[in-house]
């Protein structure tokens, strides 16, 4: 899909798509806010039937379970950010399940950036936690100027992080939309609606992971004041 106001060359597919799902976020936000303002007492009862918006909560609750559940207490300040990269990616991922469009996450360059917006937010997080000197500490893992060596390692380990987390997310990506556009054109007449679910599977668990991954980042950052906290 490409947008009027951006080149149409391959180099901007995924930025056409990137703000496509921005816009679609944007609109959803203002539509779904319209909707339940002034209702949160009758939404708090989930409906017996099943409907989109149930559905919807049991994603994000879902999420909000497995923040908590990484983060503690904590969790709550920190699923906004993480509930934002999980529903952006989760767009992402499913736009390529539409006829004659790209997925923004299958491109090297917007993972990237996702995973540089995770890694930039847990660094920052965890110098809020420790201070500068208190968070530079931290990969010494306690060890004084022994751990100097470790602290390299650490330090080498925290610079790969968001390549390994949007290498992760584009290749995971490629690979489903390439196996479901093989199998779809040899089983077109007789598998599309199976495929196109296993997709829609695939993409959701791929955000999942995104986001568990990130919060596991978050923790780790933050972990030594959880501790002081709980002595």
Known sequence: MNLPFLPHDEAWVHVNGAILVFLTILLVSIIARRRISGKQNELLIPSKKLSLVGMVDILVDSLHSMVVGTLGHHGEKHFPFIASLFIFVLLSNLMGLLPLSESPS?????????????????????????????????????????????????????????????????????????????????????????????????????????????????????EHEEHGEQH
């Open 106 to 222: 299958a491109n090297l360059n917007t993972t990237l950036a996702l995973g540089a917006a995770a890694f930039l937010y847990y660094n920052v997080q965890g110098i809020l936690e420790h201070g500068p000197v208190g968070y530079a500490k931290h990969f010494l893992m306690g060890l004084g100027i022994m751990g100097v060596p470790i602290a390299l390692f650490e330090i080498l380990s925290h610079v790969l992080r968001p390549f390994t987390l949007g290498l992760r997310l584009m290749l995971n990506l490629k690979i489903d939309h390439l196996l479901a556009g093989s199998f779809g054109q040899l089983c077109q007449w007789v598998l599309p609606v199976p495929l196109l679910l296993f997709g829609v599977v695939v993409c959701t668990i791929q955000a999942f992971l995104f986001a568990t991954l990130t919060s596991v980042y978050i923790q780790m950052a933050t």
